[in-house]
């Protein structure tokens, strides 16, 4: 079983609409967990951190489910800016651990 | 405010040829990592660093040596390039791997083996 597993997607997502995307992980013992942006050829940058109670930031909200081991990111008037890869990302001792991303693509 | 610098940006190597890459931080970070992507495969952790003069194999070491030459540098060395090591290659580096801690990435360096 892959440590962090995400949807590869595509979302294709109309310009305004609302989107959802969910990440699970394996491992119990992971400590902190993250959203990361990706825009094509472009290095990953740090979106959000996700905390137990969620959070928000903008457009943007993040929620972690200790219990069942899933994190999620919604964003709500999505804008064409938004296109791009998103990386679940969680960290163990030592090391920090990405998923494959979520390809969104938001159409005019 | 320079964060991760990689070089080089671009390589075209022949198979067997050797190269070093480098990865140097300017944020007193005590990890660094070294990942490759893949179209499709996401990113895979090749070595990384918990702390200076600490290294460890991550998820894809074969065919890769790394040094952490101090607490600032890593570097990831290809001894006999292969066409399987056409990637790109990011190093990141973080205060710590554990808590609540982000990852600060290079711009990556375009690898070609042929």
């Known amino acids: 079983r892959k440590e962090v597993e995400q949807d590869p997607g595509p979302f294709n997502v109309p310009e305004g609409a609302t989107v959802a995307f969910n990440c699970t992980y394996s491992n119990s013992a992971s400590q902190s967990f993250f959203w990361y942006r990706q825009d094509c050829r472009k290095e990953p940058k740090l979106l959000m951190s996700?905390?137990?109670s969620g959070n928000e930031d903008g457009r943007f909200t993040a929620q972690l489910n200790r219990a069942s081991q899933y994190i999620s990111l919604l964003i709500r008037d999505s804008k064409l800016s938004d296109s791009a890869t998103y990386l679940c990302v969680v960290t163990v001792t030592g090391g920090i651990i990405f998923g494959k991303g979520t390809r969104l693509h938001i159409l005019p | 405010n320079a964060g991760v610098t990689q070089t080089p940006k671009f390589q075209v190597l022949k198979t067997g040829q050797s190269m070093t890459l480098q990865c140097a931080q300017d944020m007193n970070h005590n990890s660094m990592y070294w990942y490759r992507q893949d179209p499709g495969m996401g990113l895979r952790l090749i070595y990384y660093?918990?702390?200076?003069?600490?290294?460890d194999k991550g998820e894809v070491p074969n065919g890769y040596n790394v040094s952490r030459l101090n607490k600032r540098e890593f570097s990831l060395r290809l001894e006999s390039a292969a066409p399987s090591q056409t990637s790109v290659y990011f190093c990141a580096s973080s205060v710590a791997g554990g808590m609540n801690t982000e990852a600060f990435f290079g711009q990556g360096t375009r690898l070609t083996v042929v």
């Open positions: 996700v905390y137990s």
């Open positions: 660093s918990a702390s200076e003069g600490t290294t």
